[in-house]
């Protein structure tokens, strides 16, 4: 969805540029070898002065955060909020550099509790096809990489990043971690080919439904206002028989992880297909709005994500 965020001057655009094309080498270098505590620190600096030179998506945060939160946008809580956000973007990506590059062991003594993986591991020996669903919220890509390092066979579908630096290393390191990747392109046929096969071989799918990537979404209400959410995954469950679980893994207070594994959403099979699929998204809207009321500074959205919907009386 970066096409929908403000877009930088053209100072700051050649500075992110350039800090992706040099700052990412360094990264990926000292992520499993500095202290992450230091690192941490210098992740919270180098927001700030990206937020500073690119600071229009600001304003599309605050909106977001100040409905999240019930208050004003120019609000103290607001305020703190987005700087809270800002901060735990910053951790997502030393986190995601440092976690796929640990060793095993160190990578799972940073996770603090998960939640629901006996669910998620006894549908598995049932032979169920998994879909993992997701949010970009907390540090999502971590699931893949742990579920990885457990010897399961995970796939992850994608919308590539337009930055490809980013998305070059971001690749990298998820195909370290044992993860497939499946990359698709809004409006692009048959791109779910790829994820039925996945499917059909066995392997757990991960792939994300906060975000209307095509814009044919279907309405439904989020935080009191009409927002378009993906419908493809449910619909992709509904064909293949597969279970819908919820996952998220979020920084707990102490700056390690807790992976949260939702109750699992079975799509009916009647003769009303779109029925069927909008009861799916109504119990996975629902879940992720509670998610996102708990975690409001861990999701991350630098643009205004209720200004396209339809009008609320289409949402049924």
């Known amino acids: 969805m970066q096409w929908k965020i403000a877009r930088p001057g053209r100072f700051a655009d050649r500075f992110n540029r350039w800090a992706l094309r040099r700052g990412f080498p360094a990264l990926a270098w000292l992520a499993p070898r500095a202290p992450r505590g230091c690192l941490l620190l210098g992740a919270r600096a180098v927001i700030s002065v990206v937020m500073a030179l690119h600071h229009r998506p600001k304003r599309a945060i605050a909106a977001n955060l100040a409905r999240v939160l019930g208050r004003d946008a120019g609000s103290r809580e607001v305020r703190r909020a987005v700087r809270g956000m800002l901060r735990h973007f910053a951790f997502y990506w030393v986190d995601l550099f440092r976690f796929a590059q640990l060793p095993p062991e160190a990578a799972r003594s940073l996770v603090a509790r998960v939640e629901g993986l006996e669910e998620v591991e006894r549908l598995q020996a049932g032979g169920r096809p998994l879909l993992l669903l997701t949010a970009h919220l907390g540090n999502w890509e971590l699931g893949g990489v742990l579920l990885g390092q457990r010897d399961a066979r995970i796939s992850v579908v994608y919308v590539p990043d337009q930055f490809e630096a980013a998305e070059r290393f971001r690749s990298g390191l998820r195909t370290g971690g044992g993860v497939e990747e499946i990359p698709i392109r809004p409006h692009e046929p048959f791109s779910t080919l790829p994820v ?65 594994f939702g109750p699992p959403i079975e799509v009916p099979h009647t003769a009303d297909r779109d029925g069927d699929v909008r009861q799916a998204l109504e119990s996975w809207v629902a879940l992720l709005e509670g998610t996102v009321r708990r975690y409001p500074t861990q999701w991350y959205t630098f643009y205004d994500f209720w200004a396209e919907a339809a009008p609320a009386g289409a949402a049924g």
């Open 196 to 260: 039925l096969r996945a499917l059909r071989e066995g392997r757990i799918v991960a792939l994300q439904g906060d975000r209307d990537f095509d814009d044919h979404g279907v309405v439904h209400d989020f935080f009191g206002a009409p927002v378009r959410f993906p419908v493809g995954p449910f619909h992709l469950a509904r064909m293949t028989g597969a279970v819908v679980v919820p996952s998220f893994v979020v920084y707990a207070a102490d700056l390690r992880f807790e992976i949260e």
